[in-house]
């Protein structure tokens, strides 16, 4: 089955053959469902684990296979959707078998590059969100950011962006680099910080609940404004004394008393404590 796009410079279809997604883990699922919802159906799951392959590709309605040697050699797209120090392996097993396709990774931190030794036709396919088995993303929320070895695949991969999302974005490497970094810092560390301060809370009795209106007001004050102009507490009053009673409540903590620390400096270097 072929699915066509039209080129934006020139009016031609773009035309791809099959899609096959490589990987079975949470990128891969919900990319895969996506794409199917989206009338584009997968038509073979390709995964090391033989129990998830068969699982993905019986929601998929594809083909399976857990030996990359049996990828589809008239693939189109290969979707590489496996952890980021696996896929220049995974990349060199399946270029003698689809040496035609564009190939693909999901990866923010790596570059398109590290394909370029196996496929002719290489790129990135950056949705840029953190995916779990439990919640069910919002796609026409999720930033897609597309980069690839020729102009022709990055307007395919712009289409194929916008058709299970909305916000797509040509990124260049360097650029998709420093992209994960800041994500990193407002996701995983924001997180990191709810889950001390949960601990923290948990201590005396305190539900974590307690916090979700000043997290939300938080959230909701660095999405109107720039945050550095949002930012609250003790570290930008210059209030010495109330860093150092915290930092004596955390004497029994002291990864979390070193992350206080360190923070509160990177807020107020000249805060003297």
């Known amino acids: 089955m072929k699915h066509c796009f039209l080129n934006r410079n ?17 990128v891969a699922w919900h990319l895969g469902k996506r794409l199917k919802a989206r009338g584009l159906p997968v038509a073979q799951v390709v995964s090391r684990t033989a129990e998830h ?9 594809a083909r399976w296979t857990d030996d990359a040697s049996e990828v589809l050699p008239d693939a189109g797209w290969l979707l590489i959707a ?3 120090d696996a896929i220049a392996e995974v990349a060199a097993a399946l270029a003698p078998h689809a040496p035609g396709a564009l ?25 840029l969100q953190s995916f779990s088995l439990e919640h069910s993303p919002v796609w026409s929320k999720i930033p897609f950011c597309v980069d690839a070895s020729s102009d022709e695949d990055a307007l395919f991969l712009e289409k194929m962006a916008g058709r299970i999302g909305k ?12 992209l994960h970094v800041a994500a990193v810092f407002a996701n995983n560390f924001a997180n990191h910080c709810f889950a001390v301060a949960d601990k923290l809370l948990a201590e005396k009795d305190l539900p974590f609940e307690m916090l979700h209106p000043l997290m939300e007001e938080t959230l909701a004050k660095a999405l109107l404004d720039a945050p550095a102009r949002m930012q609250t507490g ?3 009053r210059g209030d010495a004394a109330t860093v150092k009673r915290h930092l004596e409540l955390l004497k029994n903590h ?13 807020i107020n270097p000249d805060l003297p404590f």
């Open 53 to 61: 392959a068969r699982a993905l590709a019986g929601v998929l309605g």
């Open 82 to 84: 496996v952890r980021d």
């Open 103 to 127: 190939a693909t990774h999901t990866s923010g931190a790596t570059p398109g590059m590290v394909l370029q030794p196996f496929f002719k036709r290489h790129g990135v396919f950056y949705p």
């Open 234 to 236: 003790p570290a930008l």
């Open 10 to 26: 020139n009016q031609q279809p773009t035309t791809i053959r099959k899609i096959v997604v490589i990987g079975s883990g949470r």
């Open 254 to 266: 002291p990864g979390w008393r070193e992350l206080y620390a360190k923070m509160t400096r990177s």
């Open 167 to 178: 916000l797509v974005y040509r990124v260049d490497d360097a650029q998709r680099s420093i």
